[in-house]
Each structure stands twice: as structure tokens, then as C-alpha cells.
């Protein structure tokens, strides 16, 4: 889950890291000037914030009323903000590139350093050096400290990646977070209080929306990608990436099946291989969502733990199902059960 | 990694997937001795008896494996007790483990060398031998293909196909498809090519490249092997699935063309249907 620059920012303060002084504004209401001049940042969670307009220097009162109130009105790559953070600017000398992110290979945490930050780094990318934590001395000597911080930081916070760019020398001699990204790691949400008012989980499963027309559910995230590869693969266009996750229920799998109906599609597909998920409470969910919706077609196919009392439920009210998962696919694709 | 011979412990054996699979092994022919639970008032179940630690475990039914179902926030835990007693296998069914705490449990069970296979995976098989794990035992017909794959459904799905349209499988590995897991494609690769199996088959997703590292790591040692690879996520939506790491990190170096080009390189043919995995 990423987070939001100004609870980052925060988090980063609190560990003991220099960040310009700052205030959220989260409506018009609220729009107040307290230190000209000032940075107004908008609060997406999106990168590419300052290519995109989404940061604005107000020199004088005027600009920072009509910045802040444009910032809270405007998306950011398609993304509301959640609010605009006002930041006191700062007088840069240089500009570094500092990331810490749990590396897959080597299963430890690394660090990401560059003399060349801002944003321009997508250009600098050859100049960005890597380290272990245990090479920190390799770093320049002021750094140093800042990198055992955000160690402190990362670990204490659960976090994935800590990404500061730029991370800054002040004229003052000062070393400076202009900017926070934070991912936490979803699966350590039960002991980070602090981001539980974040996370707003409006489903039991994982939901993305695409821009096809074939509605996807399936449990298990590689079996509900390879299946949306086959849709497009024999021409079809998948609506959606759905995964039920390991071990869903009737109740999920109906909820499930309900959103992919209010996008108004005519045709899903279902591809159950049951491990831990018994293909017996999917078939229930199907038969009482059929019920109600006979004119979405349905294509499923269903097979693994409890598959035989799966199949005699949807026989028994007349569902059809395949055994095959690709014979299902270009069916779906076809719009009909050949 | 497993032979049929182990002595097995179901670590969140009371649980209701622990309970359900624990009779399905049982049934497949897997060895479990016993199980462990926090829950004090359940004896046994399915007639094997229920432990409250995995140090009983050790000395009183010399348990060498253990299978957890224990959840994510108690899993680290459970997992440090079961190396500390000196179970040498660890199969973690389990999802949701912190990343963090990951990082901590594979530290300490290389230190004490012990096999770790997952988190978040479906386990081992042997068809016809043994199963540790919670694969549907129907998909997984013997034979001589080998499967080590980074996705449970999709490790059933191939294993489902290779077994009713070809030979059938030696052995099925699932290491699981989260960041951090404790057996790497590299190792599993080495292990199952002393089976001798016919061909090998690696499941992997869109994100990262440890897979396409660890086969070319493998080719390097001198290993010549029929190797070939089916992907999942060539329509994963950019930035989504892969939104755990920064665009600085990984670059392109997640997506499916890059690891296909690599592969080409090193002539491992990448299958971008099921179907066309026969052969």
C-alpha cells in the first residue's frame, strides 16, 4: 500500500529526519496561508507528480490562494488528491537520490544512492549506486546516518520501499526529505495502527478494472492472470482482474459475482481450480446468483477439492460447466457455449 | 526435498484448513505423526494426536517435517519454535506473512540449515508417494515432468494438463508466489534435476526476475536440462501487480517481454499457451 506524502513525512520526522515545516489542507474551508513563500504539493499517490502539474510554487498570497484551490479540485493522472500539503521552501545546494526496498534476490534490505537526484532520475538511472547495509561507509559521510534512520524506520514501520527524492543539501549545510514514498507492506496492516484509517478495503478479494468486456473471477492470482492472458490472447478483451484468494466461500464468491454485474457485463467467466477453495461452495454461490440473473451468461469452469459435489449442484439446476479451462475461454470469447 | 519417508507435523493442526488437509494427506499416504495446536481442548484429530508445542513434537514422535497452516500474525513465531526444536523441512502454507518477518525466519533457517519451502504456496508432491501440501491429488498424475512453480492455481492447472494429455509428473513444487520465499527456483532446480525427470517445467508471474537469474545461475554450473517456461500476467494491468516495488527498482526488468527476451537468449523455449507445454 503506498502512502501519502504528508503521513510519510511524518513517519520520517518522528524517526528522527529533517523535513521542511508543513500543513495539510484537505478542503477550501481550510485554506489558510501561514509562510509565504510556500510549496504546494498535491496529495496523489501517484509518481510524476511534478511533470504532471501537481506541484506549484506560490511566491505571494495571491498565488497560494488560487494554487491551493486549484491543487484540491484538480486529478493528478487520473487520481483525486486527498488533500494539498503546504511546505516552506527550502534553499537547495544539491540534490541526492536515496532509496531503501527489500530485495527479492539477495532477501535483505538494500539501499539505492545517487548524486544525481530529482526528476531527473528517470534520465540518471546508469548513475544510481546500490549497497548493502553493511557497505553504508561507502556512502558519502552525512548520508551515512540518514540511512540507519530509515533503516530504524523501515523496519519499526513494516515497510517495503522508503523512496526520498529528492533528498537534499540545504545552503545551511542541513540534509533534508523534500519529498516521501512510502509502501507498506499490506500483510503487516494488523500491527501498524497508524495506517489502519488508510486502508479502505471495500471488498473481500482483489479487484482491478479493466477496459475489456469479459468479466473474470477465479482463486489465485496466477490462475485469474493466465486466464485473462487466454482472453486476449484468442481475441477477446477481459473486464476485469478478480481474485477470490484462497479458501472464498459462497457469500464471497456471490459478492464477487454482483460487482462484476454492476459493470454490465453479459458474459463471465469463472475459473475455479480448487486447492484450498472447495468448488462445492463456489457452486452454490453460482446457482443462487443464476437465479436472479439469468440473462448474464455464465461460463464456468470448475474443477479440483469437492469437484464432484460441485458439478452435481450445477447439474442439478441446469448450469453449464466445462472441464477444460481454454475450451471455456474461447467459448466466453465466442459469447456462446458452442 | 521430500521423499515419502518423513515424519510429519501439521503446525495449526485445529485450524479449518489444517483439519481439512490434514485428512487429505492422510488419505494420500503422507507419514503425520502428529499435530500441534494452541488450542488446548482438541485431543486429536482424525485420530492424530494434538500437541501444544513443536518441542513435544520433536521428542515424542520425532517429527523432521513440519506443514504450517498457523496464520500470518502468529506464523514467525510458530515457524522460530519449529527450527528451535530442530525440524530440518518446512512447508509453509500460510499467506500474508509480513515481509519483514520473512526476511527474519529465512535468515534463521539458513543459519540452521533448514529446507524452507513457501510462504504462501501449495506445498510438495511426490504423486503417488506423498503430498505435503494442499494440491487437489486428481491434477497430479504420475509420471516423469517435473514442476517447480511460483503459482499455486496455475501448479494445478499445468499438473491437471500434463497429467491427462501426456506422461504425468514426478514431482510438483510450489514455492510460492510472495516476494520473499524460502527455497528459490535455483535450489528447487538443482534438487529436482538429480530426479532425472524427462523435462522441467517453471511457472512464474509478471514481477521480478529471480526466476530468470536463478535458470541462468543453474545453466551456468553445467546443467543441461529440458527446461520450459509458462508465464502469468501478460494482461496484468502496468503498476498494479507490481506496485510493491518503486519504478526505480525494478524497472522493466519485471515484465513478462523482458524475462521472454532473456530466456530466448539462453534458448529456453516460454509457453504461451498450456497447450503448448506438451512435448
Redesign the interface.
Known amino acids: 500500500m503506498k502512502i501519502h506524502e504528508f503521513v510519510g513525512k511524518r513517519i520520517l520526522k518522528e524517526g528522527g529526519i529533517s523535513v521542511p515545516e508543513s500543513y495539510l489542507i484537505s478542503n477550501d474551508r481550510e485554506i489558510e496561508v501561514k509562510f509565504l513563500p510556500a510549496v504546494l504539493k498535491s496529495q496523489v499517490l501517484v509518481g510524476g507528480r511534478m511533470k504532471a502539474g501537481g506541484i506549484l510554487f506560490a511566491q505571494n498570497k495571491d498565488e497560494f490562494l488560487k494554487f491551493s484551490k486549484k491543487l484540491l479540485h484538480k486529478k493528478i493522472m487520473g487520481e483525486t488528491p486527498y488533500g494539498v500539503l503546504v511546505e516552506k521552501m527550502v534553499n537547495i545546494e544539491k540534490e541526492y537520490y536515496l532509496s531503501l526496498y527489500i530485495d527479492r534476490y539477495e532477501k535483505e534490505i538494500k539501499i539505492l544512492f545517487s548524486h544525481f537526484g530529482g526528476i531527473d532520475i528517470e534520465d540518471n538511472k546508469d548513475k544510481i549506486e546500490r549497497h548493502s547495509l553493511s557497505d553504508i561507509q561507502k556512502l558519502p559521510k552525512k548520508i551515512q546516518p540518514i540511512v540507519q534512520k530509515l533503516h530504524k524506520i523501515m523496519k519499526e514501520k513494516d515497510l517495503t520501499l522508503l523512496e526520498i527524492n529528492p533528498l537534499v543539501k540545504t545552503k545551511e549545510g542541513n540534509i533534508m526529505a523534500l519529498d516521501a514514498v512510502l509502501h507498506l507492506d499490506d500483510n503487516a496492516i494488523f500491527r501498524q495502527q497508524w495506517a489502519k484509517k488508510f486502508v479502505h478495503e471495500e471488498y473481500p478479494f482483489h479487484f482491478v478494472k479493466l477496459d475489456g468486456d469479459i468479466g473474470v473471477i477465479g482463486c489465485g492470482a496466477g490462475i485469474v492472470m493466465a486466464t485473462m492472458d487466454a482472453i486476449s490472447l484468442y481475441g477477446g478483451k477481459p473486464a476485469n482482474f478478480l481474485d477470490l484468494g484462497g479458501g472464498a466461500d459462497t457469500k464471497t464468491t456471490i459478492k464477487a459475482l454482483e460487482l462484476l454485474k454492476s459493470l454490465s457485463l453479459k458474459n463471465i467467466v469463472l475459473n475455479i481450480f480448487g486447492g484450498i477453495t472447495k468448488c462445492d461452495e463456489i457452486a452454490k454461490a453460482i446457482v443462487s446468483f443464476k437465479e436472479k440473473n439469468d440473462d448474464i451468461k455464465l461460463f464456468v469452469r470448475i474443477t479440483g477439492t469437492n469437484e464432484n459435489e460441485a458439478k452435481k449442484i450445477l447439474k442439478e439446476h441446469n448450469i453449464h460447466f466445462f472441464d477444460d479451462m481454454y475450451e471455456m475461454i474461447k467459448s466466453a470469447v465466442k459469447g456462446d457455449f458452442i | 526435498m521430500i521423499n515419502g519417508t518423513e515424519r510429519v507435523c501439521v503446525q495449526g493442526i485445529t485450524g ?2 489444517g483439519s481439512f ?1 490434514t485428512k487429505k494427506m492422510l488419505k494420500y499416504g503422507t507419514n503425520i505423526v502428529c499435530g500441534v495446536s494452541k488450542n488446548t481442548k482438541i485431543k486429536e484429530i482424525e485420530h492424530v494426536p494434538v500437541l501444544h508445542n513443536m518441542y513435544d513434537a520433536v521428542e515424542k514422535f520425532s517429527c523432521d517435517t513440519s506443514i504450517v497452516f498457523v496464520p ?2 502468529f506464523a514467525k513465531d510458530a515457524i522460530f519454535e519449529a527450527i528451535d526444536a530442530g525440524i530440518k523441512k518446512i512447508i509453509t ?1 500460510t ?7 520473512m ?1 527474519e525466519i ?2 534463521y533457517a539458513k543459519s540452521k540449515n533448514v529446507t524452507f519451502v513457501g510462504p504462501n504456496c ?1 506445498g510438495i508432491i511426490l504423486p503417488g508417494v506423498s503430498k505435503i501440501g ?3 491429488e ?2 497430479f498424475k504420475p509420471g516423469d515432468v517435473a514442476i517447480i ?6 501448479m ?2 499445468i499438473a ?1 494438463f500434463i497429467s491427462k494429455k501426456s506422461t504425468g509428473i514426478k514431482i510438483g513444487i510450489g514455492l510460492g ?1 510472495d ?2 520465499i524460502g527455497t528459490s527456483v535455483y535450489e528447487a532446480l538443482l534438487y529436482v534435476s538429480k530426479l532425472n525427470p524427462r523435462k522441467i517445467i517453471i ?1 512464474s ?2 514481477g ?1 526476475n ?1 526466476e530468470i ?1 536463478d535458470v541462468e545461475r543453474f545453466l551456468n554450473k553445467g546443467y543441461n536440462s529440458n527446461i520450459q517456461f ?1 508465464f ?6 502496468k503498476g ?2 507490481m ?7 525494478e ?1 522493466l526488468e519485471g515484465t513478462i517481454e523482458f524475462k521472454e527476451k532473456k530466456l530466448e537468449n539462453l534458448n529456453i523455449p516460454v509457453a ?4 503448448n507445454l506438451l512435448g
Not at chain 2, 243 to 249: K, Q, R, S
Not at chain 2, 272 to 275: D, L, Q
Open positions: 479449518k484448513y488437509h500470518a500474525k502454507i499467506e500474508h506473512i509480513p515481509q519483514m518477518d526476511l529465512y535468515k501449495p494442499i494440491m487437489p486428481n491434477a512453480s511460483k503459482s499455486g492455481t496455475l494445478y492447472e491437471n508466489g516476494p520473499i511457472i508471474e509478471i521480478g529471480e537469474l509458462f502469468a500476467g501478460r494482461t496484468a494491468p498494479k501487480r506496485g510493491h516495488a518503486g519504478a526505480i527498482v524497472g504461451k499457451y498450456i497447450e
